[in-house]
């Protein structure tokens, strides 16, 4: 678990324009972000999806960040944006670790990172780089922070779960094979288990194995594949039946009623009966919905980088009216 230092949500005042970009393993989107103050609260979203060829993958931070950015300026030709200066938020869909492990580019910390990115889009008007991960915890929890008071965003880092080797009794030699033929072997354990990069591969390598050679679109192949992904929605359900149980306990609540977002073509793919009965069974106290959202990591970068520009605003209007009382109180 790590904290994102993010302690603010929005709170509906927020208007503007902003950037957002969302990378992924194998692409990147970027988003076009208009918050809009009418009646009604609106929220207007451009966007455009980037692939990552292959030897930008496996390069360096710079060419990862360098194509990112040509990308971004022809996103910003394509949506007349040239010459606006706009605040920029950039998230991961995937979590990323403490190192560099997203699959592009092996060696990179994120500072390393932030760096990168401000520097391959300084010749643009962009006024700030936002870095975010996801969800919201009791501060108290949080062990890596000072302080018990409010709440903090914080990245679960679940992905990385089994990286110490608690999940060696489960692990199959299948995963065993495409951990260590990945790009990152070693780590990641849970997110190779469950995420929709991964389990074509572990279909494959199981088909491929001398047991089951030539099971191709057969009843058994079929099987086969929906048995991955069953394991999939029941390892997920078990993740997120952790956490609900683990919130229930720290509020001392009999029973818990919230909304998780979601996104990504595995739920939406997928038939997610399987996810559903799973954590109705290991958090039978805890009523989860999930509301699928279109970009939402995109969305949510944007979002924070809006509440991070009215926090900055609203520190600078401090300190001008402490620095007037200061002046008054020496004349």
């Not at 869909?93 to 997203?102: A, D, G, N």
């Not at 306990?249 to 997928?270: I, M, S």
């Amino acid at each position: 678990m790590l904290p994102t230092f993010v302690r603010s949500t929005p709170d509906g005042t927020e208007k503007g324009d902003f950037l957002a970009l969302d990378l992924g393993g194998t692409h990147f989107r970027v988003l076009h972000v208009r918050v809009m103050e009418e009646e009604q609260k609106m929220l207007k979203m451009d966007s455009q999806i980037c692939a990552i060829p292959q030897e930008i993958m496996l390069g360096t931070g710079e060419q990862l960040f360098d194509h990112i950015a040509a990308c971004l300026s022809e996103f910003l030709d394509s949506q007349n944006l040239k010459g606006q200066t706009l605040p920029l938020g950039f998230t991961f869909s995937s979590l990323i670790l403490i190192h560099w492990t997203k699959g592009e580019g092996s060696e990179h910390n994120a500072y390393y990172l932030t760096k990168c990115m401000s520097f391959s889009i300084q010749d643009y008007d962009i006024s700030s780089v936002a870095m975010v991960n996801d969800t919201m915890e009791e501060m108290k929890n949080v062990k890596r922070v000072e302080g018990k008071d409010g709440r903090m965003c914080i990245n679960t880092e679940w992905d990385g779960f089994g990286d110490d080797g608690s999940l060696e009794d489960i692990l199959t030699k299948f995963d065993k094979v495409v951990d260590r033929t990945s790009i990152n072997p070693g780590v990641h354990t849970f997110e190779k288990m469950i995420s929709g990069m991964y389990l074509g591969e572990i279909v494959r390598r199981v088909e491929a194995s001398e047991a089951l050679r030539g099971i191709w679109l057969t009843p058994m192949w079929f099987d086969l594949s929906e048995t991955i992904s069953s394991r999939s929605a029941r390892l997920s359900a078990a993740a997120l039946a952790t956490i609900g149980n683990r919130i229930l306990a720290n509020r001392g609540l009999p029973h818990l009623k919230t909304t998780v977002g979601v996104d990504g073509t595995v739920y939406k793919k997928h038939p997610n009966d399987k996810l559903q009965k799973v954590l109705r069974l290991l958090a039978p106290n805890c009523d989860i919905k999930f509301l699928v959202s279109e970009d939402c990591s995109g969305k949510g970068a944007a979002m924070i980088t809006a509440v991070s520009q009215q926090l900055a605003l609203q520190s600078r209007l401090l300190e001008e009216s402490d620095g007037e009382e200061e002046n008054k109180m020496g004349s």
